[in-house]
């Protein structure tokens, strides 16, 4: 049944709530609500439809006892950010188990990190020998066709094609040392990270080797 706000008021002033045999006898307590038109309604059952909109519960004195909120429909946009953020939280929880697979300690992360820095340093000092080699026969080149142009002559094709071949294979050992030393120094901040992250799920204090 429902009642308007003087209604009710009405049936309080004259202790009709009262009874056990009254308007909440079934429940124990009423619902209060505002519809689309601003008219407040008071029942002791919800219409359809009303359990999806904001409510107030009263106790058989009429007196609120409880609020009943309903949030606003979220937005597209809101709705996309939750989505990206759960979307974050399952790949965190990804990486996790993996790295609580792979390692038991701090200390076996890192030794392998510092295995992974002294494998690249070794590339890095083989390339730069290559370099050196490179470098030794690119001089002898040079000075090789310095005489020809020292004569007034032509360089040869020949010459002139290793030459290029050389500073060509120079050049690519130069980017390949900086390749490695940019992973090095990645590689540093990659290891350091999962040496953060372990700790931080509970595991021992990280331990830091000394810098390469």
Same mark, same amino acid.
């Given at each position: 049944?429902?009642?308007?706000?003087?209604?009710?008021?009405?049936?309080?002033?004259?202790?009709?709530?009262?009874?056990?045999?009254?308007?909440?006898?079934?429940?124990?307590?009423?619902?209060?609500?505002?519809?689309?038109?601003?008219?407040?309604?008071?029942?002791?059952?919800?219409?359809?439809?009303?359990?999806?909109?904001?409510?107030?519960?009263?106790?058989?004195?009429?007196?609120?006892?409880?609020?009943?909120?309903?949030?606003?429909?979220?937005?597209?946009?809101?709705? %996309? =950010? $939750?989505?990206? *953020?759960?979307?974050? /939280? !399952?790949?965190?929880?990804?990486?996790?188990? +993996?790295?609580?697979?792979?390692?038991?300690? %701090? =200390? $076996?992360?890192? *030794?392998?990190?510092? /295995? !992974?820095?002294?494998?690249?340093?070794?590339? +890095?000092?083989?390339?730069?020998?290559?370099?050196?080699?490179?470098?030794?026969?690119?001089?002898?080149? !040079?000075?090789?066709?310095?005489?020809?142009?020292?004569?007034?002559?032509?360089?040869?094709?020949?010459?002139?094609?290793?030459?290029?071949?050389?500073?060509?294979?120079?050049?690519?050992?130069?980017?390949?040392?900086?390749?490695?030393?940019?992973?090095?120094?990645?590689?540093?901040?990659?290891?350091?990270?999962?040496?953060?992250?372990?700790?931080?799920?509970?595991?021992?204090?990280?331990?830091?080797?000394?810098?390469?």
């Amino acid at each position: 049944m429902n009642f308007t706000k003087s209604a009710l008021c009405a049936l309080v002033g004259v202790g009709l709530l009262l009874p056990a045999a009254g308007v909440a006898a079934s429940s124990g307590k009423l619902y209060r609500w505002v519809d689309a038109t601003g008219r407040v309604h008071i029942s002791d059952q919800l219409p359809p439809g009303q359990a999806e909109e904001d409510r107030e519960i009263l106790n058989r004195q009429g007196r609120v006892v409880d609020q009943v909120n309903i949030p606003e429909p979220k937005s597209p946009e809101e709705l %996309a =950010a $939750e989505e990206r *953020q759960q979307a974050i /939280e !399952r790949e965190q929880a990804r990486q996790d188990e +993996i790295l609580l697979t792979n390692y038991a300690s %701090a =200390a $076996e992360i890192t *030794q392998a990190r510092d /295995e !992974r820095l002294d494998e690249l340093h070794h590339l +890095i000092h083989i390339a730069k020998q290559q370099v050196d080699r490179v470098n030794e026969l690119l001089e002898k080149r !040079r000075i090789h066709a310095d005489r020809f142009l020292g004569n007034n002559a032509p360089v040869p094709e020949y010459l002139q094609s290793e030459l290029h071949k050389l500073s060509a294979e120079r050049d690519a050992h130069q980017r390949y040392i900086e390749a490695r030393q940019e992973e090095m120094a990645q590689t540093w901040v990659n290891y350091q990270q999962d040496l953060d992250r372990f700790s931080a799920l509970g595991s021992v204090t990280p331990v830091v080797a000394s810098d390469h």
